[in-house]
C-alpha cells in the first residue's frame, strides 16, 4: 500500500500528546514533513518535533490558538509558507476546558450550564475546525490534490452526563463533512471524520482507575481499548493517496463498541 506521503506537507493540529502526537509520529514514519501546533506547551509540542525528525519526517512547530481565529490563521500561513503549501490536515486540538467530566467532579445539571461555558466549548471544538478547514483549502484547492481527515469522540454516539456542549460540537463535525464530501470531492480534497471509541490517551490513563479500565476493556467485542497509535494508523491511511475515494464518511475506530 503507498501512502505517497515523502516531502508533503502534513498539519497536524493538537500534536503535543495522545493521538495528535501519535498521527504526526505516523506521517513521519512515512516520510512526511509535520507541522505540529501547540496553545500552552510549547515544551510538549517541541518534544513531539525531536521525535518526529528521529522516525524520518521533517518537523515545524507553530502556535495555534482554538479560540482565536486570527491565530488559526496565522499557523496555517506560517506552515504554507514554510513549505510551500498544505496537502494533508488532520485536526486533533480540542478544549474542554472546566466542562469535562471526571470521576468525582460534580457536574452541573443542563439547565445550570453556563451559556459562556456552552460556547467556548462550541468555539473550540466546531468553530475553530472551521477556521482551520477554512484557512487551509484555498493551498488544496491550487494543488487539485488533498486530504482532511477530522477527528470525531464516540461520546458523541454514547453520550455522558455533563458533554452535552461536547458532544453537540463533534456530532456537527459529521454534518460538516457530509457537506464539504460534496463541494471538495471534483476538486480532488477527499474529506472523512474518524471516530475513536475511548483511548488509552494520557489523560485517561492518569484520571481512570485500572478496574476501570480492565472493565471497559472486556465489555469490547474485540478485548482491548484503543491505543493512540491505532487510532493514527486509520487517520493516516485516510489522508494519504493510499486512500482513493473514502469520502464524506465517518470511521469509527473503537474496538466494536
Not at 477527499?190 to 465489555?219: C, D, I, R, W, Y
Request: glycine share 10%.
Amino acid at each position: 500500500m503507498k501512502t505517497d506521503l515523502t516531502d508533503k506537507t502534513v498539519l497536524v493540529t493538537g500534536a503535543s500528546r495522545g493521538i495528535g502526537r501519535a498521527t504526526a509520529l505516523a506521517y513521519a514514519a512515512e516520510g512526511a514533513r509535520v507541522a505540529i501546533t501547540y496553545h500552552s506547551d510549547e515544551a510538549a509540542a517541541k518534544e513531539t518535533a525531536e521525535q518526529v525528525v528521529a522516525a524520518g519526517g521533517t518537523a515545524l512547530v507553530v502556535p495555534y490558538d482554538l479560540a482565536a481565529p486570527e491565530s488559526i490563521d496565522a499557523a496555517v500561513t506560517a506552515v504554507a509558507e514554510q513549505w510551500g503549501g498544505i496537502d494533508v490536515l488532520i485536526t486533533c486540538a480540542m478544549e474542554w476546558g472546566d466542562a469535562i467530566p471526571r470521576p468525582g467532579r460534580q457536574m452541573p445539571a443542563f439547565e445550570d450550564v453556563p451559556a459562556a461555558q456552552w460556547q467556548r466549548v462550541l468555539r473550540t471544538s466546531l468553530d475553530a475546525v472551521f477556521h482551520t478547514v477554512q484557512a487551509v483549502l484555498p493551498r488544496m484547492r491550487n494543488r487539485d490534490w488533498g486530504r482532511i481527515v477530522l477527528l470525531g469522540a464516540g461520546l458523541a454516539d454514547a453520550g455522558m452526563v455533563g458533554a452535552g456542549a461536547y458532544g453537540a460540537a463533534k456530532s456537527g463535525l459529521y454534518g460538516l463533512v457530509r457537506s464539504l464530501a460534496w463541494e471538495l470531492g471534483s476538486a480532488g480534497i477527499l474529506v472523512n471524520l474518524v471516530v475513536p471509541g475511548q483511548t488509552l490517551t494520557e489523560n485517561v490513563l492518569t484520571h481512570a482507575s485500572p478496574q476501570f479500565l480492565e472493565s471497559k476493556a472486556k465489555s469490547l467485542p474485540s478485548g482491548r481499548m484503543n491505543t493512540p497509535e491505532d487510532v493514527a494508523r486509520t487517520i493516516v491511511f485516510l489522508g494519504s493517496a493510499a486512500n482513493g475515494n473514502v469520502h464524506g464518511e465517518a470511521l469509527r475506530v473503537t474496538g466494536g463498541l
